[in-house]
Nanobody
Framework: QRKLVESGGGSVQVGGSLRLSCSTP???????MGWFRQAPGKGREGVAV???????DYALTVKDRFTITRDNAKNTLYLQMNYLRPEDTAMYYC??????????????????WGQGTQVTVSS
């Protein structure tokens, strides 16, 4: 049974870095995969998505700070987060589904996601 499992979250200070990982066994390279986040009291926010042809889309709030990559041989999706800000504090989830194009907004309709990993950025 396919299951997405996130790891790598934690607490960092402003300007710090974290790398999130998501184990993706059973999800082939034909799947689109991405990350979204949800802060307390707020809705889901798409962060980044990568599709089967390598195309990537980022939310403007994280572009040039975050990098999404995937290692199909290791069945792992990553999110490298640099220059973290307090507003990046949220639960981060990886998600997967088939899709037609890289779009961090429509990614929110993907039908599979993990249990999340908490990221806390303090000033």
């Amino acid at each position: 049974q396919r299951k997405l499992v996130e790891s790598g979250g934690g607490s960092v200070q402003v300007g710090g870095s974290l790398r999130l990982s998501c184990s993706t066994p059973g999800y082939t390279e034909k799947y689109c995969m991405g990350w979204f986040r949800q802060a307390p009291g707020k809705g889901r926010e798409g962060v980044a998505v990568i599709v089967d042809d390598g195309s990537i889309d980022y939310a403007l709030t994280v572009k040039d700070r975050f990098t999404i990559t995937r290692d199909n041989a290791k069945n792992t999706l990553y999110l490298q987060m640099n220059y973290l800000r307090p507003e990046d504090t949220a639960m981060y989830y990886c998600t997967a589904d088939y899709c037609l194009a890289a779009n961090y907004v429509t990614m929110l309709s993907f039908d599979s996601w993990g249990q999340g990993t908490q990221v806390t950025v303090s000033s």
